[in-house]
Structure formats: C-alpha cells, structure tokens
C-alpha cells in the first residue's frame, strides 16, 4: 500500500515474442486506489490525471491502457511503470495483480466482468420505471415515485462501477463524489419509501437520522477535497444501520400481528440489509474484498421483484374490493352499467331475452327503527346470501343501495324470469334473522328485453323500466313481482340527461 500523502513506484516487466508484437495490446489494472499514471519503457501511456496536488480520485476503478503500436512493434523486454499518489486518509495502491493481453481480448473479458452489473442495474431501473408509469396513472400513490427514485438511484450506484467511465474520460472523482452521496440518497429515499407503503410516522430520532443522511448528501457534493469523503463514509454507516435496524424492528412486530405483506418485505429487505452489512465489513478490511457491488444488486432486485409482487396483490385487492360491497359481499354498481351493456349485445347476437329486477326490501326503515341498525344489517346479509344461492353462475347479483338490489338474468325467457323473482320472493319472506321477532317482504320490479320485439335500449333505459315496474309493485301492495309489459317505450331507449353510456349500450 501507499501511505497517506505518498507516492509509490510499481514496475512490471515483460517480453514481447515476434509474434505477439504483430497484436495490439493491453495492460489492465483491475483494482488500483487513487490516481496513477502509467509509463512504457519511460513514454507516458496513461493515467487519470495530472500528478499532485490535480488529480483525479478512482477508487477501485478498473484501468485498462491501451500500449502505443509504436513502442510494442519491439519485439523484447519492455518495462511498464504505474505511478500512483494517495492523498489519503487510506492506504493507495494496487489491491489485484495486473495483467497483459490483446486488446481484443482485454476488452473482451472487461465486457464479461461487467456485463452482469450492468443487466442488473438495468432491469432494476426497469422495474423503477412500471413503478413511475404507476404514480402517473394515479398520483396520490407517492409510495411508487419513491421506489422509481430509489431504483433509479441503486441503478446509478451500480453503473458508476463499470471502467467505461475511465474510458469516456469522465472524471473520477465526479463518480466518487457520487458513490458516496448515492449511499446517503439511498439509505434517506428507502426510510421515506419505507414508511409512506405503510402509513408510518416517522419517530423524532428517525427525522434527526434523515437530517444527518441529508446533509451528509450535500457534505459530498461540496466538500473542497474529494479524500476527506473518507472521513464522513463513517457517519453514513452509523445513519444506514440506524435506519436498517428501525426497519428490521417495525417489520417484525408487523410480522408478530400477522400484517399483510410483512413476511415478505422482511424477507425483501433482509437480503439488502446483509449485503449493505457484508459492504461495511469490506470497508473496514473484516472480510476480502471483491464482489460488493454483485451482491448487492442481486439483493435489490430480488427486492424489487418481491416488492412489486406484494403491490400487484395489493392491487388487485383493491379492485376487488373497490366492486365489492363490504356488508353484503355481492357486487356493487360499480360495473353494474357495463355488465348490463354486455349482456343487451350479447343477446342481440344470439337473439336470446336479457332481464333485469329491482329488488326493495318493503318497510326497511320501520325495521331498522324497530330492532334497530345491527339487525337491519343483519337482514341486508341475509338478503346477500339468499340472492347468491337463488341466482345462476352467469347471473349477476348487486347491492345497488340501501335495501335496494339489482338482479342481471342474461339469456332467460320472460317466465323464467318471473319464476326466479317469485323464488327469491317466497325465501325472503321465510327469511328470519337474530334479534327481529319477524321478518320482512321484498317488492320487485321486472323488465324483460326480448329481441325482435323494438330496438336493443341502453342498460340505463332498461334499469328505469325495471324500477318503475317496482313503484308499481310497491302502489298495488308490496310482497309482490311486477312484470314490465310490452316494448320499452321510445322516450326511454336514450339515456337520461347527464348519465354515462357505457361501452355497446345503444
């Protein structure tokens, strides 16, 4: 190793044989600390910058020299000189043995080396992207911007890795610079990512680390030396660990309350706790180094698969339960309007009836006022299951309101319809549930769509006719199923003024 404000001389020797000489070659470096410059047989072939105090900061960059056709045409011994200064506060140097090859050849085994990485950093970027095509669908959803941020974040870490920066000529220190402000944004992005998927507040001493993670950020943008980065990596362990630790512990009380998704995020998350610890240990010389940046990208994106395992499910949850009434468990009319269009197109291909009933359960209020809401709700369940096991598997049953339900009967004939609305009738008025001394009637309302018999009408036309087909039911006496006779009228084939038309409902 180099000492701190130090220099040292590394010098290789090697013979050309006639026939080697005819290739281009190459020598590469693929770990060296710190600034180097590179001289063949006393000629300058290479280096990161000028000698101290300019000079360019690569840690643990790959170099890869491109020797001049003009000094290899020489068959025979050659010397090639790497000079490399450490400003410090680490030891400099080499840390893995050199090696000579065709260009070709040394290009080819760089690109192998790093290929892996950087197919890693790619489809971890990937995936940030679904995430960030999912924020602008729906931009209440904050918790998906900050897993593009991360990802994209992560990616950036793991390409600053790759020797095509010190080939493009970018700085190097630029990409220390960032290595290390990426390790604060990192650690910072995945608590706010952490809490905001779980509605968490942040603990007072969880805002003083973040606090501390974003100044450490600014501190490696700004400082004037670009080694006294060294002396802040320190405080941005302390950070990581703290943040790492809050997590393990909010995930498995999580996982102890038997949580939703916690298992797996724990599981997520684990993998990238370890190999940010298995990082540190390099670090601080406990375990080889070699392999950091492999390890963790794999933990990442088997992170980020789980991750969007977890909100696939938890999506479609949500949609489920978006359509589904919470009390009863049928449907609700949410894409009541879309089912009833299908069907009206459906049956005008296979030119088979289509029938729709609204149901109302008769005196509901003077029910709930007598044995009060609990029983009502009760009743409303009960409702639910005798619908679910009155109904075919092609039938559709909802919850349109209140005590008001909607029942689809798509390729039915008129009669059928009727004998399936009197069955539903006859079994809620047996229907008897706990705390009610008795029970209850339900009215329905019938409108039968036969093809043939005037022109197909939109769903809400034919659900107006089946309602008002219920008000009649319910002036002739209640308990009873009130069929809608004749062709729709013409004034009601037309939606109403303000209502939606769904997808083939003319």
């Not at 690569?58 to 010397?79: C, F, N």
């Not at 289509?354 to 709700?377: E, I, P, Q, T, Y």
């Not at 319910?474 to 013409?490: L, N």
Request: include cysteine.
């Amino acid at each position: 190793g180099v000492p701190e404000h130090g220099y040292a001389w590394y010098r290789f020797r090697f013979s050309l044989s006639p026939a080697a000489r005819t290739r281009p070659l190459a020598f590469t470096c693929s770990q060296i600390r710190d600034v180097d410059e590179a001289f063949l047989d006393g000629m300058r072939v290479g280096g990161t910058g000028a000698f101290p105090p300019a000079y360019d900061k690569g840690t643990l960059q790959a170099r890869l020299y491109e020797l001049p056709a003009t000094i290899t045409s020489a068959a025979g011994p050659h010397v090639l000189a790497i000079r490399v200064y450490n400003a410090g506060p680490r030891g400099g140097g080499l840390t893995a043995a050199p090696y000579l090859d065709s260009l070709s050849g040394a290009f080819w085994r760089r690109t192998m080396f790093e290929a892996p990485l950087a197919l890693v950093a790619a489809a971890i970027f990937s995936l940030g992207l679904f995430a960030l095509f999912v924020f602008l669908r729906d931009r209440r959803q904050r918790e998906f911007l900050l897993f593009f941020l991360l990802t994209a974040g992560v990616a950036a870490y793991f390409v600053s890795w790759l020797s095509l920066w010190s080939r493009l000529g970018v700085s190097l220190s630029f990409i220390f610079r960032a290595d290390v402000a990426l390790a604060f944004a990192l650690s910072m992005l995945f608590a706010l990512f952490f809490h905001h998927f779980f509605v968490l507040t942040l603990p007072k001493w969880m805002r003083f680390v973040l606090a501390l993670q974003f100044a450490g950020m600014l501190i490696a943008c700004v400082l004037p030396r670009v080694d006294d980065l060294y002396r802040v990596l320190p405080l941005c362990y302390a950070t990581v660990i703290a943040s790492g630790i809050r997590v393990v512990a909010v995930l498995v009380r999580k996982v102890r309350r038997r949580a939703p998704y916690a298992v797996t995020v724990l599981v997520g998350f684990g993998f990238i706790f370890v190999a940010t610890l298995r990082e540190m240990a390099q670090d601080f010389g406990l375990i080889p180094s070699g392999g950091r940046t492999e390890y963790m990208g794999a933990a990442f994106l088997v992170f980020s698969v789980l991750f969007l395992s977890v909100v696939a499910d938890r999506m479609a949850r949500l949609r489920v339960a978006a359509a589904t009434d919470p009390l009863t468990g049928l449907p609700n009319r949410t894409g009541l309007f879309d089912r009833i269009a299908l069907e009206l197109a459906r049956s005008r291909r296979s030119n088979r009836a289509v029938a729709l009933a609204v149901l109302d359960l008769d005196r509901f209020k003077d029910f709930n006022d007598r044995f009060g809401h609990l029983v009502g709700d009760r009743l409303l369940i009960a409702m639910g299951e005798r619908l679910s096991e009155s109904v075919r598997a092609t039938d559709l049953a909802v919850r349109f309101g209140g005590e008001e339900f909607v029942l689809l009967l798509p390729e039915i004939s008129r009669d059928e319809a009727v004998r399936c609305c009197e069955r539903i009738r006859e079994a809620v008025e047996h229907m008897r549930v706990s705390g009610a001394e008795g029970g209850t009637t339900v009215s329905i309302g019938l409108a039968v769509h036969e093809p043939g018999s005037g022109p197909t009408p939109s769903a809400g036309a034919l659900l107006r006719v089946a309602d008002a087909a219920l008000y009649r039911a319910k002036a002739q006496g209640r308990d009873r199923v009130s069929v809608a006779e004749g062709p729709i009228p013409v004034d009601l084939l037309r939606p109403a003024s303000g209502e939606s038309v769904p997808s083939g409902a003319l």
